[in-house]
């Protein structure tokens, strides 16, 4: 384990709201040479019980957010730089781990922190292109990574190329990393934008990452 470095940016949940990228963007479609569609990979991941995200800055590897979302608990964490709390969207409520402080949660913060959870889970269907070329690769370890490229309109702009990379588990059927990458000026080739690892717990894992054993124990990213 090595120590974790965060990036200092400010999020709020709307941030990270707007940081997520929601999977289905990434499989709606889409079908790959054996027949089995991505599709079916998406369903896999709703299914996930305890899903953890960690997002990082592709350039200096330092995290800029975790999120956990426990289904089976009904909750949703988030962890940053500056704050960890955990959401009981059953009860309405939220919890500052470190404080241990719990107060209500208005219905705006309520929503946005859902949208949180349905988006990560692959629940909207929203913002593919229906041309967007999807082909397979092998990976490292015996895992496949499967890529999406197709170009994102601007008004009164030149279109952006854009390149999703995302990286599955063959084993479990579901993606263990999922790359951005866009070609903003053409002599600068493909940037990674963005990195997002996901990794799926136990329930008494879970229970432990939301009691705050992730402001302690270092995740080696």
């Known amino acids: 384990m090595s120590d974790r470095t965060w990036d200092n940016s400010h999020l709020g949940v709307a941030a990270v ?17 054996s027949g089995i569609t991505l599709a079916r990979v998406s369903r896999a991941v709703g299914q996930a019980q305890n899903i953890r995200m960690v997002s990082l800055d592709p350039d200096s590897n330092q995290v800029i957010y975790e999120l956990w979302i426990a289904r089976e608990l009904n909750r949703t964490g988030i962890l940053t730089p500056e704050r960890c709390v ?3 969207l059953a009860r309405g409520e939220k919890e500052d781990i470190v404080s241990g402080v719990v107060t209500r949660v208005g219905d705006s913060e309520l929503a946005n922190v859902r949208e949180i959870g349905d988006n990560c889970l692959g629940f909207t269907s929203s913002g ?4 967007a070329l999807g082909t397979r690769r092998d990976g490292p370890d015996g895992r496949e990574v499967y890529e999406f490229t197709w170009d994102s309109r601007r008004i009164g702009g030149d279109p952006i ?5 995302v990286e599955m588990d063959t084993s479990t059927g579901l993606p263990v990393s999922i790359r951005l990458f866009r070609i903003e000026l053409p002599e600068n080739g493909w940037i990674c934008r963005s990195r997002v ?9 879970m229970r432990a990452v939301m009691a ?10």
Do not use: C, K, N, W
Not at 128 to 131: G, P, V, Y
Not at 161 to 165: K, L, Q, S, T
Not at 212 to 221: K, Q
């Open 128 to 131: 593919i292109r229906a041309d």
């Open 212 to 221: 705050g054993e992730s402001l302690v124990v270092a995740g080696s990213y």
């Open 161 to 165: 190329p854009i390149r999703y990379e």
């Open 197 to 205: 690892l996901f990794e799926y717990l136990t329930q008494a894992r």
């Open 86 to 88: 955990v959401y009981d």
């Open 17 to 33: 709201v707007a940081a997520i990228i929601p999977l289905m963007v990434l499989y709606h479609g889409t079908q790959e040479s």
